[in-house]
């Protein structure tokens, strides 16, 4: 008797444990986290990047890409930087084989530790990091949230399952979005992403080559355009790179958004937001938009809106002296 008066009263304290714990993931990311702690924090990220990008400016895209590519995996913990000495880490796994730029995000480390040791994560390093790359390339600037803790797991299947495979469908792409509560338009917005950057040939060569079109071309491929990419990478070529956006390969501008309208996105996953009316319609108007167009404001929500995908906060995780393993 005494049982089953209790038992919805401690239904309902779980359900308040419950949304307490939900909200609390992301009440404690915030603009500004290290003012006390590490108060000159992002501008020694920006020191390191600025010296970075002089030198390397190719690194910029494969920069941007490593936080999304972080945030799908467990959330944006810095799982994708852990070393494994079996080969079975995240970073060994063959989305992420294609990933560069690790040596940097530990030289921004380094910085970090000397000024302030043991307090600004791995998982905030990426996410300022990607925003300062942005930066660098002429894009949008945005405020970071910050207050992430790192991860103490890397499993070489997760990125398989977890990130969009360039050969996804559009209901593929918006369901694996979905999935990290990330909206169509987030969707459509980050894929702007690819504005910057290159790709090897592996990554579309089927549509040149392996398709259901004439001479296994891909139908929805701009025919002009394949030409163009044959000539650049021949049947199995796995090293050859290609700008993503051609002529401006380093300049973060909407001008992806003009290649997907006119048939030429590089993957079948950019042709697919040619698939759906919502996205469809955010390619369109960003194509004929001027450039630093609305996509700019969106572009910065959306890495938000990726940033806060499954953070560890509070006492959650760790803060990694080395961002390569775990303490
Ligand atoms: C929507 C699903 C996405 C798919 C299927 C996808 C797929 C790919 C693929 C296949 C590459 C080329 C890799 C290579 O062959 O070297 C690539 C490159 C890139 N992606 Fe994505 N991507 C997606 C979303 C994003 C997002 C959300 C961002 C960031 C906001 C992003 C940023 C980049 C950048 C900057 C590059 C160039 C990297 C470099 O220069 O090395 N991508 N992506």
């Known amino acids: 008797m005494a049982s089953s008066k209790l038992s919805p009263c401690l239904i309902f304290i779980q359900i308040i444990f419950l949304v307490f714990v939900f909200n609390s993931a992301n009440a404690q990311l915030k603009v500004g986290f ?5 108060p000159k924090a992002e501008a020694i990220v920006k020191k390191v990047m600025d010296q970075v990008m002089k030198v390397a400016p190719s690194l910029s895209g494969p920069l941007l890409r490593m936080h999304f590519h972080d945030c799908f995996v467990r959330g944006c913990e810095a799982s ?22 690790y040596q940097v995000i530990d030289r921004v480390k380094t910085a970090l530790e000397k000024e302030c040791p043991g307090v600004v ?15 660098a390339t002429m894009g949008p600037f945005w405020e970071v949230e ?6 103490r797991v890397s499993n070489f299947s997760e990125p398989l399952t977890n990130l969009p495979p360039f050969f996804a469908n559009i209901s593929q ?9 990330l909206s169509v338009k987030d969707l459509v917005v980050l894929s702007g992403g690819h504005t910057i950057g290159t790709s090897h040939c592996s990554s579309f060569s089927s549509r040149l080559y392996n398709s259901t079109g004439k001479d296994g071309t891909d139908p929805t491929l701009d025919s002009e355009y394949i030409e163009k990419l044959k000539n650049k990478c021949k049947v199995g070529d796995q090293t050859t790179l290609v700008e993503m956006d051609p002529g401006s390969v380093r300049t973060f501008d909407n001008s992806y958004y003009t290649l997907v309208a006119k048939r030429r996105g590089l993957f079948q996953s ?3 937001l040619l698939d759906n009316s919502e996205t469809k319609a ?6 004929a938009s001027t450039y630093r167009s609305t996509f700019f404001k969106d572009f910065g929500v959306s ?6 995908v499954e953070v560890l906060t509070g006492k959650a995780g760790e803060i990694r002296k080395v961002c390569s393993r775990v303490n």
């Open 34 to 38: 290290y003012k006390d702690t590490c």
């Open 80 to 101: 994708v930087l852990l070393n494994s000495s079996t080969g079975q880490a995240e970073k060994d796994s063959p989305p992420n084989l294609s990933l560069r730029g």
């Open 121 to 135: 994560s791995c998982a905030d390093i990426l996410a300022i990091v990607a925003r300062d790359v942005t930066v």
């Open 146 to 151: 910050t207050g992430r803790r790192d991860g």
């Open 173 to 181: 792409l918006i369901s694996m979005f979905r999935s990290k509560g």
């Open 270 to 272: 950019d042709a697919a």
């Open 282 to 287: 955010y390619v369109k108007l960003q194509s």
């Open 303 to 308: 890495m938000i809106n990726m940033g806060r």
